[in-house]
């Protein structure tokens, strides 16, 4: 997916959100968290062609009315923090199902894990 964002979208930045972040096998999951220390971290990119662009994505990410409920994934407006300082609203995948059992990524960035 990373190389379809790359050819259909421009990186803006990377960016923060308050969240925690679980390991889901090979993908991570973001949970929000009121918590101003629980803190994911992730990329921006303005996307060329949203309207096709996210139908794609609500695929790959299992969301959205072809699926049935509950969905892995909900993907809804956050706030986030770039890395340059700004905050601005940003499309977020959420994690739909309970955490229980799942592993904690503590640093929030699941590139950051071994």
């Known amino acids: 997916m990373h190389s379809f964002l ?6 803006v930045d990377g960016a923060t959100c308050p969240g925690k972040l679980y ?10 968290s009121d918590n101003l220390q629980d803190v994911v971290y992730g990329e ?3 996307l ?4 096709i662009i996210l139908s794609r994505l609500d695929d790959y990410e ?8 509950p969905t892995l ?7 986030v ?15 739909n199902r309970p955490t229980k059992g799942l592993q ?3 640093s929030g960035d699941f590139l950051r894990i071994k």
């Open 23 to 32: 390991r889901l096998g090979h993908y991570p999951g973001l949970v929000p």
């Open 44 to 46: 921006i990119y303005k």
């Open 81 to 95: 923090t770039t890395l340059s300082g700004g905050v601005i609203a940003a499309w977020v995948y959420v994690y």
């Open 73 to 79: 994934y909900e993907r809804r407006k956050e706030n």
């Open 104 to 106: 904690l990524i503590e």
């Open 6 to 11: 790359a050819q259909y979208g421009e990186y």
């Open 48 to 51: 060329s062609r949203p309207d």
């Open 62 to 69: 299992e969301c959205g009315p072809k699926f049935s409920k």
